[in-house]
């Protein structure tokens, strides 16, 4: 088992920076990859953006991808979400979540964390 846990969410004016961060800990030998998804209040769940834990390789949705930035640190076994010129509609809980191996599926969440970008 994977524990996650999101931080970094606030409130930010349009055209502002964020940096989201998801922290594993647990089984952390277990991560194949690590996903960032989204949901805005009466919307439904929305996919951001992934990262391959060991090659790096990343992966992030049309509407973010000329915007929102994933990384990650193994040695801290932590990924993060760089997101810049943040615009309303990016309001919403953003989850970080785990795949345990290829081919998996998202099996591990965190709890959310709020990001609000007022006009």
């Known amino acids: 088992q994977v524990q996650l846990a999101e931080s970094g969410g606030g409130l930010v004016q349009a055209g502002g920076s964020l940096r989201l961060s998801c922290a594993a800990s647990?089984?952390?030998?277990?991560?194949?990859?690590m996903g960032w998804f989204r949901q805005a209040p009466g919307k439904e769940r929305e996919f951001v953006g992934r990262?391959?834990?060991?090659?790096?390789?990343?992966y992030l949705g049309n509407s973010v991808k000329s915007r929102f930035v994933i990384s990650r640190d193994i040695a801290k076994n932590t990924m993060y979400l760089q997101m810049n010129s943040l615009k309303p509609e990016d309001t919403a809980v953003y989850y970080c979540?785990?795949?345990?191996?290829?081919?998996?599926?998202?099996?591990?969440w965190g709890q959310g964390t709020q990001v609000t970008v007022s006009s």
């Open positions: 979540a785990s795949v345990g191996r290829q081919g998996g599926q998202y099996d591990n």
């Open positions: 647990g089984r952390t030998f277990y991560l194949y990859a």
């Open positions: 990262i391959q834990w060991n090659g790096g390789t990343t």
